[in-house]
C-alpha cells in the first residue's frame, strides 16, 4: 500500500541547532516528494519539493530536504533552527502517473529559546 | 486572486443532518483534493478529481460523496452526519507541471 510515515509526533529542539524532521515512504515507482507547514488555524503551506535531480533540495524560510532512494526516505533540515520554525510538519508524496497526493500524519516541532 | 476558497468556514451539524461543504478556485488547476485533519491521524485523503466530470477514492471516502461539475468547483457533502465525521476539512488543487499544492483556509465542521 502507498503511504508515508513520519516517525516523531513531536521534535524539540533549541534555537541556533540544527534540526531535523524525519520523513519515509512507501510507494511504487518514481515519487514526488513534498514537505508542508501548517501553522496554527492555518491551511497548508508549500515548503519544497522532489521530482527528479539533485538530491539535494532546498526550499523556503532556509530548509532544506535529502531524498535518499535507498532507504526511501526524504527527511526535512534547517542548519539553525527559529523559534518562528515552531509548527506542524507534514511530509506528502504523489505517485507517478497519478494525480493521488497522499500525507503523513505530521510531527509538530516546537523549537524552544 | 483568491487562490482556494472555502465555504462555510464553520459548521455544527446535528446527527443525521447532511450539507455540502463548497471549493471554489481561481487558479486554473486540473487536480483538486480533500482531506479531513484530525488530531494524531494527520490528513487523510477523502476524495480526489483528476479533471473535471471524474472522482477517485482516497483513504476515507465512506460517508461522503463528492461532485467535480467543473474546473473550478469540488464539493464535498455528507448524506447523514455521524459525530465520528467531527473535523476540519480542507481543499486543495495541485498543478501536474507545477506539482505543488495550494489549500484552503479549512472548514471546521462539528457533529453533535
Known amino acids: 500500500a502507498q503511504s508515508v510515515a513520519q516517525p516523531e ?13 524525519k520523513c519515509t515512504y512507501s510507494v511504487s515507482g518514481n515519487p514526488y516528494l ?5 501553522y496554527p488555524n492555518r491551511g497548508l503551506q508549500f515548503l519544497l519539493k522532489y521530482i527528479t535531480g539533485d538530491n539535494l533540495v532546498k526550499g523556503s524560510y532556509g530548509f532544506e530536504a535529502e531524498f535518499n532512494k535507498s532507504q526511501t526516505s526524504f527527511h526535512l533540515k534547517k542548519p539553525s533552527a527559529l523559534v518562528s520554525d515552531s509548527a506542524l510538519y507534514f511530509c506528502a508524496v504523489r505517485v507517478v502517473n497519478t494525480d493521488k497526493l497522499i500525507f503523513g500524519t505530521g510531527t509538530r516541532l516546537q523549537v524552544f529559546p | 486572486n483568491a487562490g482556494v476558497t472555502q ?7 446535528k446527527t443525521g443532518q447532511s450539507m455540502t461543504l463548497q471549493c471554489a478556485q481561481d487558479m486554473n488547476h486540473n487536480s483538486m483534493y480533500w482531506y479531513r485533519q484530525d488530531p494524531g491521524m494527520g490528513l487523510r485523503l477523502i476524495y480526489y478529481s483528476a479533471s473535471e466530470g471524474t472522482t477517485d477514492k482516497g483513504e476515507v ?3 461522503y460523496n463528492v461532485s467535480r461539475l467543473n474546473k473550478r468547483e469540488f464539493s464535498l457533502r455528507l448524506e447523514s452526519a455521524a459525530p465520528s465525521q467531527t473535523s476540519v476539512y480542507f481543499c486543495a488543487t495541485l ?4 506539482t505543488e499544492a495550494f489549500f484552503g483556509q479549512g472548514t471546521r465542521l462539528t457533529v453533535v
Open chain 2, 61 to 63: 471516502p465512506n460517508g
Open chain 1, 34 to 38: 513534498f514537505w508542508y507547514v501548517q
Open chain 2, 7 to 13: 465555504t462555510p468556514k464553520f459548521q455544527v451539524l
Open chain 2, 95 to 98: 498543478t501536474y507541471s507545477n
Open chain 1, 9 to 21: 509526533d513531536q521534535v524539540n529542539v533549541a534555537e541556533g541547532n540544527p534540526l531535523t524532521v
